[in-house]
């Protein structure tokens, strides 16, 4: 019998359904590491969320553990390197937060358009001031989505119903995708240029770490709006906030942060330009129940279906 560990608050519905197919599952909250160090001996399986970082260290001392399965999209907090040396196959469930992520991308772009936060926080201050929150619509405006996967597709969408123009940056996509989606290709210097808003949906890798930085502010229009709802060391924070204070941006909202939670000294925290939420992407109560639903479908395969389409190293492990 496989012996599996669930972690990071995923939906007991994991645990049932593969209770059902005879495993035998224990569901235990984020542990601090010395406490995860400690017990992960006897699982052949974990399934975590974005609060736990399974790394070469910790994944030197998993014996037995033939998978680990990242419950959502990203998995830049697992070395996949150090997994396929040890043997152990990767996986993610990247189709469970799609729509959750973004709609809340949406309603970012139209707290950022319309001021909706700071309007709020006025009127329960007991002040009335209309004139000082006026907008602007995002029909007319160009939205440069930067990574064009599900849920950048799924925000591309909803803004051409708002009347806005897409600009896709992409670079492993061919042209002829994006225009059957009604968008239109560009680089990343070209859309970034072009955009009175812009929205991050890239993985986290060297490549893209900082992609937005202060090069990259500087050669964006007066006035734009960027909304980041991917991974948080696509924006290099301090350059954000120069470009804030200079007026380079006119707002910026934010799901994620380079470190979670944030440290009090960030300079974003607090900012007037700034809208923040913690992590909010994938909390509704519908992604939950389709991440645990994945979870355990990626489990089931893996174990007992010898599938592997989840898998993201299943070359390295001779997998196909």
Known sequence: MHKILLTDKISDKAALLLRDQHFEVDSLPTMPREKLLECLGDYHAIAIR??????????????????????????????????????????????????????????????????????????????????????????????????????????????????????????????????????????????????????????????????LDATAFASMKLGVRVVNCARGGLIDENAAAEALQNGQLAGLALDVYETEPPAKENPLIGHPGVVHVPHLGASTAEAQAKVADEVAEVMVDFFVNEKYANVLNRKELSLE
């Open 50 to 211: 974005s609060a736990t970082l399974i790394d070469a260290e910790l994944i030197a001392k998993l014996p037995n553990v033939k998978l680990i399965v990242r419950g959502g999209v990203g998995f830049d907090n697992i070395d996949i390197a150090a997994a396929s040396k040890a043997g152990i196959a990767v996986a993610n469930t990247p189709g469970a937060n799609t729509i959750a992520t973004a709609e809340l991308t949406f309603s970012m772009l139209l707290n950022l358009a319309r001021n909706v936060v700071a309007a709020h926080d006025s009127m329960v201050d007991g002040k009335w001031q209309r004139a000082a929150f006026a907008g602007i619509e995002l029909c007319g405006r160009t939205l440069a989505v930067l990574g064009f996967g599900r849920i950048g597709r799924e925000v591309a969408l909803r803004a051409k119903a708002f009347g806005m123009h897409v600009l896709a940056y992409d670079p492993f996509l061919p042209e002829a995708f994006l225009v059957e989606r009604g968008v239109e290709q560009a680089t990343f210097e070209t859309a970034i240029r072009h955009a009175d808003f812009i929205s991050l949906h890239l993985p986290l890798d060297d490549a893209t770490q900082h992609i």
